[in-house]
């Protein structure tokens, strides 16, 4: 059986979420924004997730006063479909509590139906749009959100 483990990022593992972020994005944050994000971002909170010790997905997390948002999680394609981004994002939403926040919310493509539905297993709603948001191709975004003190 696979050995599981959801832990804080650390520096030595930016090059292995960057190969994440291009096998999952098609505009891919480059692997000098998640170095920043770790180092210098007070508000910055991320977290991989390894198989057998191979970082095989990430999530981002900002925490603001008692407003948490994330800002991208993300698995291998290879490794989709197994429930791995249910328990990352799982695991986060208890990370923001843990870190004082009230509120947790993040932007969805309208074309990421399966994300969405992930979303909602997790209380989140829609709670508006911005448009064109995606620079790749100007897709607009879904905002989802929820009240963590009422889960």
Do not use: C
Request: charged letters at 25%; zero cysteines.
């Amino acid at each position: 059986m696979a050995e599981l483990l959801i832990r804080k990022m650390e520096e030595h593992d930016v090059d292995q979420v960057a190969e994440v972020e291009k096998a999952s994005f098609t505009a891919p944050w480059p692997r000098d924004i998640f170095q920043q994000e770790i180092v210098e971002n007070q508000f910055a909170h991320y977290f991989v997730l390894q198989v057998d010790e191979k970082i095989v997905g990430y999530a981002g997390l900002w925490v603001v006063v008692d407003d948490a948002q994330i800002t991208n999680i993300a698995i291998m394609p290879d490794y989709r479909g197994n429930k791995l981004g249910e328990k990352l994002f799982h695991y986060v939403m208890v990370q923001a509590v843990r870190l004082g926040g009230r509120r947790l919310s993040l932007e969805v493509r309208t074309s990421n139906i399966i994300a969405q539905h992930m979303y909602r297993k997790f209380g989140l709603v829609p709670g508006g749009i911005r448009k064109n948001y995606y620079v790749d191709n100007q897709e607009d975004a879904i905002v989802m959100w929820v009240n963590l003190y009422e889960k």
